[in-house]
């Protein structure tokens, strides 16, 4: 059974940073393409980044190039969302997921908030 | 506001058909797969329709998906008031090389 668990989330203030990660299990990590979504209180769902097998492309959405790093470990199965000058707008529960064509997310996790306030 | 179209919302008896639309441009929808996604209160989204048409197990046929130039529909045949929650469509957009969504839509089961 396909299982991808977020950690890593919480309360930081506007300039700070967090990394989010997420543990994948029952499948090969290391020959799938992976991603963070995100989703603001109320609002809908937003592509974050993504992140391909080896690692050598990554993309990321306008509003956190610069900012954001995603990153991958196959000797952990884990994936990484390095977070820096954190700004109240990044408040949001981020999803890992499990890609496929045209970044079609097959799997998600539950979900992790990160909030960004005083 | 999204890159993707979709109406903020939908309703439909129990048992009848709905569908839910998704426009798009020729840099995301007209050149790149389709996804849709459900998203039940509270919970994470749910892969329903991949590569524009295709169920991943465990999907009843109830639901489908279709394409054409630019825009996508997803249908849901025979409402249940289980089926009560948001929908998302999905896909790259290869001018903003970024992935898209739709703002979502809400389906009601009257």
């Known amino acids: 059974e396909v299982q991808l668990v977020e950690s890593g989330g919480g309360l930081v203030q506007p300039g700070g940073s967090l990394r989010l990660s997420c543990a994948a299990s029952g499948f090969t990590f290391s020959n799938y393409w992976m991603g963070w979504v995100r989703q603001a209180p109320g609002k809908g769902l937003e592509w974050v980044a993504h992140?391909?097998?080896?690692?050598?492309?990554?993309k990321y959405v306008d509003s956190v190039k610069g900012r954001f790093t995603i990153s991958r470990d196959d000797a952990k199965n884990s994936l990484y969302l390095q977070m820096s000058s954190l700004r109240a707008e990044d408040t949001a529960v981020y999803y890992c997921a499990r890609l496929g064509s045209s970044i079609t997310c097959h799997y998600w996790g539950q979900g992790n908030l990160v909030t960004v306030s005083t | 506001q999204s890159v993707l179209t979709q109406p903020p919302s939908v309703s439909a008896a129990p048992g009848q058909k709905v569908t839910i639309s998704c426009s798009g441009t020729?840099?995301?929808?007209?050149?790149?797969?389709v996804s849709w996604y459900q998203q039940l209160p509270g919970t994470a989204p749910k892969l329903l329709i991949y590569?524009?048409?295709q169920r991943p197990s465990g999907i009843p046929d109830r639901f489908s998906g279709s394409k054409s130039g630019t825009s996508a529909t997803l249908g849901i045949t025979g409402l249940q008031t289980g089926d009560e929650a948001d929908y998302y469509c999905a896909t790259w957009d290869s001018s903003l090389s970024e992935g898209v969504f739709g703002g979502g839509t809400k389906l009601t089961v009257l």
């Open positions: 020729s840099s995301n929808i007209g050149s790149n797969y």
């Open positions: 590569e524009n048409n």
């Open positions: 992140i391909n097998q080896n690692g050598g492309e990554k």
